[in-house]
């Protein structure tokens, strides 16, 4: 893997320096790797450079969570502190953010669920429309008998959980097949599905159990959550500014910083 050499200010970072760097930063592959550590130290040198600049010395050498800092890391945390400013925020902005996200502070709805799957791959018509005849024999058993749920679980599903006589637990939205899913929440509680419902799997018989509804958190209960991460995001869009303003001034090559959200030092 051949790089272009990264230059900061006239001044190459070195090529182990950087591997040295990418074992700090995961990545799906070696190149991703590279470029990740990259960035983080030419952005780390840009910020050094204007430390030094403007004569900033060290100060504390403890952060915000009391963690040793060293030397250079404390420079660009006074440097930071000096530059980069962003506004609290206000209660008005925090209702605004929860009135449009309400559904970030909403428990998702539960539904106990308990099935039977006739296994059978979707791609073949006759294997599935046996599977489905299958099902719907089953259903009229239990509409005849719903104590037999379990007992037929154990003796015809394709599912693990017929040892628990079909039982998945609670359910939630995003845990289970789209089809599945659906016919669950569309569900009354203690109710069988009437007909099949087709997956990639083959049929399911399913069967709800006790439902619980989804819960939002009043605003009072989030508030200060929602002030910590409008600024903590405003902070990080101020800061990758404040770096973008030095990369133009102070010259990088080989490697892209981004824009304005773009990379910041961690």
Not at 70 to 97: S, Y
Request: aromatic share 4%; net charge negative; hydrophobic share 40%.
């Amino acid at each position: 893997m051949i790089e272009q050499p990264v230059i900061v200010g006239g001044r190459e970072i070195s090529a182990a320096a950087i591997a040295a760097e990418a074992q700090h930063h995961p990545a799906p592959d070696a190149e991703a790797a590279w470029t990740a550590a990259a960035q983080a130290l030419a952005v780390r040198q840009l910020l050094l450079d204007e430390a030094e600049r403007l004569g900033l010395e060290a100060g504390e050498l403890i952060d915000a969570n009391g963690q040793t800092l060293t030397e250079d890391d404390a420079r660009i945390e006074a440097l930071l502190r000096r530059e980069v400013h962003t506004p609290e925020a206000d209660e008005a902005t925090c209702r605004r953010f929860y009135d449009r996200q309400t559904e970030r502070f909403t428990s998702p709805p539960l539904a106990e669920a308990a099935h039977i799957l006739i296994a059978a791959d979707p791609a073949d018509d006759f294997a599935m429309g046996l599977a489905v005849g299958d099902a719907r024999t089953l259903i009229r058993q239990l509409e005849a008998d719903p104590s037999v749920f379990a007992e037929l679980a154990r003796a015809r599903s394709a599912c693990p959980s017929r040892e628990q006589g079909g039982n998945l637990g609670q359910v939630q939205p995003g845990q289970m097949v789209k089809p599945f899913e659906e016919a669950l929440f569309a569900l009354p509680e203690n109710t069988l599905n009437t007909s099949p419902v087709k997956t990639r799997f083959g049929a399911h018989i399913i069967r709800s159990g006790r439902r619980a509804e989804g819960r939002t958190l009043p605003f009072e209960a989030v508030h200060q959550t929602i002030a910590d991460y409008l600024e903590e995001a405003s902070y990080r869009r101020a800061a990758a500014q404040y770096v973008s303003i030095l990369a133009e001034q102070g010259g990088v090559s080989g490697v892209t910083l981004g824009g304005a959200d773009g990379v910041m030092v961690q």
